[in-house]
């Protein structure tokens, strides 16, 4: 009976082919459902040869969070050394978690790896520079990128996951263009790019605000510094029932 032959590969390329075989069984049946042993199986090898560079499940995990965590930055820095404004980090953030969903999947679950882990610590921080626009934000910015975060990231789960409105399009980076302008972040914290503004669409004026409807309100009293105003809400058509437009 003749050999079966064995599927070749070289030692030296053998931990990236794990990795490429790990993303893809991650695409199939998500983080949680992968293993280890089916990850060599798919690679061609043994499960010790898997187990000998990354040793256990949570080991490879961790390698795919931080080769993730690598790729975002990059494509976060690109789009920030291009300067065709903020909103346009924000799709970059979109367009990778769309076209890298199983890395997207592993990086914001760190009870699946070791989130603590060098190589993971360093590829995070280097993301963090590219979000904030520097390595050491000061509060009012970084609550300014965490709120930008916060859209982008909510949005790119809702798109993956099939539950953003019909209404919005079947586009994830047009809809981050067209849902980026009701974030209102400060001039001086947009880095010195241009403003944000929808392709379309008037630009949103710094004194709108949104806010989440409290039942059926149609009005609601705001405090702006020690003035206390009330103006009539209407529900924003892009999203019914959940977004108000306050206009001060």
């Known amino acids: 009976m003749p050999a079966q032959p064995t599927r070749p590969y070289h030692h030296g390329d053998l931990r990236p082919a794990l990795l490429r075989a790990a993303v893809e069984a991650i695409g199939h049946a998500g983080p949680a459902a992968m293993s280890l042993r089916e990850v060599a199986r798919s690679a061609g090898v043994t499960h010790a040869a898997a187990a000998y560079h990354f040793g256990d499940k949570a080991g490879l995990l961790t390698a795919v ?4 965590y690598r790729l975002l930055a990059q494509e976060l820095q690109i789009a920030r050394d291009a300067r ?17 969903r199983a890395h997207f999947e592993v990086m914001y679950r760190p009870e699946l790896y070791r989130p603590d882990d060098a190589e993971v610590r360093e590829a995070r921080a280097a993301t963090a520079a590219a979000l904030y626009g520097t390595a050491s934000p000061d509060a009012a910015r970084l609550a300014a990128g965490a709120a930008a975060w916060s859209l982008v990231h909510g949005l790119a789960t809702l798109w993956l996951n099939g539950n953003l409105p019909e209404g919005l399009g079947s586009d994830p980076e047009e809809i981050t263009r067209l849902v980026a302008p009701y974030l209102n972040v400060p001039e001086g914290m947009r880095s010195g790019v241009a403003p944000l503004k929808a392709r379309g669409q008037r630009r949103v004026p710094p004194s709108l605000l949104l806010i989440f409807l409290p039942g059926g ?12 105003v009330r103006r009539d809400l209407r529900v924003h058509p892009l999203v019914p029932g959940l977004l108000a437009e306050f206009a001060l």
């Open 217 to 228: 309100r149609t009005g609601v009293r705001v405090r702006v510094g020690q003035r206390l």
């Open 65 to 68: 969070a931080a080769q993730g």
């Open 84 to 100: 065709r404004g903020f909103r346009e980090v924000g799709v970059a953030y979109v367009r990778f978690a769309v076209r890298h």
